[in-house]
């Protein structure tokens, strides 16, 4: 398998632009998440899909925010407008159950300007 | 809710020597599990070592093992003849299978290694 395969490995952009970042899991797993990764806030939990339910949405920042995963082998976060603030590398991880291991994909760097 | 702490935010430790990085976790639970992340410079989080809660052994993977107290809920990680490429931040990682699946991180520990 190959593993998680997010894109765009990198991306740039204007303040107010909106950013989508895509994630495939690796098949066969039916847990999905979305973390984020900062200096000042370590690795944050966004949220997490499980048979492409969203079960915990707590960790999405603020209504700029929004997930989606319409099937078992696409996912999507969505940042409209997008700030300075949500410069970050944002990861996506999959697991085959609600135990074991969680595989990350590379991650998406996102600047925002 | 569960936390997990990670008391050291950096260590170092000389090449071919052992060192131990430190977890603590605060859970009302008995069924769970624990895992240690590696995270490179690259910034790919890779799984070094996994410890199910039920099991009184502790977990080994090669140069690798945990030092698993459920009682003082404690999950150390011991890397023994450090290597270079060992160089990274290491996380430590609570995974819940009474609480649907979620997962908390600690704030992980970044450890250099000497030559």
């Known amino acids: 398998d190959a593993g998680v395969i997010q894109s765009p490995r990198h991306e740039v952009t204007e303040m107010g632009q909106e950013v989508t970042l895509r994630c495939k899991p690796i098949?066969?797993?039916?847990?999905l998440f979305w973390y984020r990764q900062t200096m000042m806030r370590g690795l944050e939990l966004l949220i997490y899909?499980?048979?492409?339910?969203?079960?915990?949405d707590s960790g999405m920042p603020e209504d700029r925010f929004s997930a989606k995963m319409p099937n078992a082998s696409f996912s999507s976060l969505k940042i409209q407008p997008s700030e300075p603030r949500d410069s970050a590398v944002y990861f996506c991880?999959?697991?085959?159950?609600?135990?074991?291991?969680?595989?990350f994909g590379p991650g998406t760097r996102l600047l925002v300007l | 809710a569960q936390t997990v702490t990670q008391s050291q935010p950096e260590m170092s430790v000389q090449e071919a020597e052992t060192v131990t990085l430190s977890c603590t976790y605060d859970?009302?639970?008995?069924?769970?599990?624990l895992f240690w992340y590696k995270q490179p410079p690259s910034r790919q989080m890779i799984l070094v070592i996994r410890?199910?809660?039920?099991?009184?052994q502790n977990a080994t993977e090669n140069r690798f093992s945990v030092n698993f107290q459920k009682a003082a809920k404690s999950f150390s990680l011991k890397i023994s003849d450090s290597q270079l490429g060992d160089a990274a931040m290491y996380f430590c990682?609570?995974?819940?299978?009474?609480?649907?699946?979620?997962?908390?991180f600690g704030d992980g520990t970044t450890l250099t290694v000497k030559p």
């Open positions: 899909f499980n048979n492409n339910v969203p079960i915990d």
């Open positions: 098949s066969g797993h039916d847990y």
């Open positions: 991880a999959s697991s085959f159950n609600r135990v074991e291991t969680q595989y």
């Open positions: 859970t009302s639970e008995s069924d769970y599990y």
């Open positions: 990682a609570y995974r819940s299978n009474t609480n649907a699946g979620k997962s908390t």
């Open positions: 410890q199910e809660a039920y099991k009184q």
